[in-house]
C-alpha cells in the first residue's frame, strides 16, 4: 500500500543530506512525499511564524508517516519539534533516519545528532541511512502500519 510521506528536517542546514534521501525515489513525486521547494519555505518565513505552520500543516494533510531525517542539529529545531509535534497529533507513524553521515553541498559529513524527544508511549524506530530502498520502504510501510492502529 502506498504511503503519503512527510518528511521533516533541518532545512537550512540539511537540505542537501534530505535530497539524497528524496531521490532513493521510495515515494511517488516531491509533492507526494511532503517536501516543499525552498522558495516556499523561504515564502512563508517572511510572512513570519503563522505562515510556516499553515505551509508545515497543508502538507501534513493526507499523509499517514512522518520520516524525521537527523542531521546534527535537528532534535533542537523548533519547526521539526512542531512537526512532530502535529504528526503525534494526527496519528502519524514516525520513523527517524539518520543522515548526518551523507556529504552537503559541499562534500562535508557531520557528527551524529540526537534523536528527537517524544512522549514515552509513542514508537519511534530510527535506524542511519544506508542507501537500503527497500528496507526505507518496509520501514516506512512499518510506520503505517502502526498509524492504522492508532487511528482505528
Not at 13 to 22: K, L, S, T, Y
Given at each position: 500500500?502506498?504511503?503519503?510521506?512527510?518528511?521533516?528536517?533541518?532545512?537550512?542546514?540539511?537540505?542537501?543530506?534530505?535530497?539524497?534521501?528524496?531521490?532513493?525515489?521510495?515515494?511517488?513525486?516531491?509533492?507526494?512525499?511532503?517536501?516543499?521547494?525552498?522558495?516556499?519555505?523561504?515564502?512563508?518565513?517572511?510572512?513570519?511564524?503563522?505562515?510556516?505552520?499553515?505551509?508545515?500543516?497543508?502538507?501534513?494533510?493526507?499523509?499517514?508517516?512522518?520520516?524525521?531525517?537527523?542531521?546534527?542539529?535537528?532534535?533542537?529545531?523548533?519547526?521539526?519539534?512542531?512537526?512532530?509535534?502535529?504528526?503525534?497529533?494526527?496519528?502519524?507513524?514516525?520513523?527517524?533516519?539518520?543522515?548526518?553521515?551523507?556529504?552537503?553541498?559541499?562534500?562535508?559529513?557531520?557528527?551524529?545528532?540526537?534523536?528527537?524527544?517524544?512522549?514515552?508511549?509513542?514508537?519511534?524506530?530510527?535506524?542511519?541511512?544506508?542507501?537500503?530502498?527497500?528496507?526505507?520502504?518496509?520501514?516506512?510501510?512499518?510506520?503505517?502500519?502502526?498509524?492504522?492502529?492508532?487511528?482505528a
Amino acid at each position: 500500500m502506498a504511503r503519503r510521506v512527510f518528511f521533516s528536517f533541518h532545512f537550512e542546514r540539511d537540505i542537501w543530506r534530505a535530497n539524497q534521501v528524496r531521490n532513493s525515489n521510495v515515494v511517488l513525486g516531491t509533492d507526494v512525499a511532503g517536501f516543499f521547494d525552498h522558495s516556499e519555505y523561504e515564502d512563508a518565513k517572511k510572512k513570519g511564524d503563522a505562515a510556516v505552520q499553515r505551509m508545515i500543516d497543508a502538507h501534513l494533510q493526507n499523509t499517514t508517516v512522518t520520516v524525521v531525517l537527523i542531521g546534527n542539529e535537528t532534535a533542537s529545531r523548533p519547526w521539526v519539534k512542531y512537526e512532530i509535534e502535529k504528526s503525534i497529533a494526527r496519528k502519524n507513524g514516525l520513523l527517524g533516519i539518520y543522515i548526518h553521515h551523507l556529504k552537503d553541498q559541499n562534500s562535508y559529513i557531520d557528527t551524529r545528532g540526537h534523536k528527537p524527544t517524544v512522549p514515552s508511549n509513542v514508537e519511534f524506530p530510527a535506524y542511519d541511512w544506508d542507501a537500503d530502498v527497500k528496507r526505507f520502504a518496509r520501514e516506512i510501510e512499518a510506520a503505517g502500519v502502526r498509524s492504522d492502529r492508532l487511528r482505528a
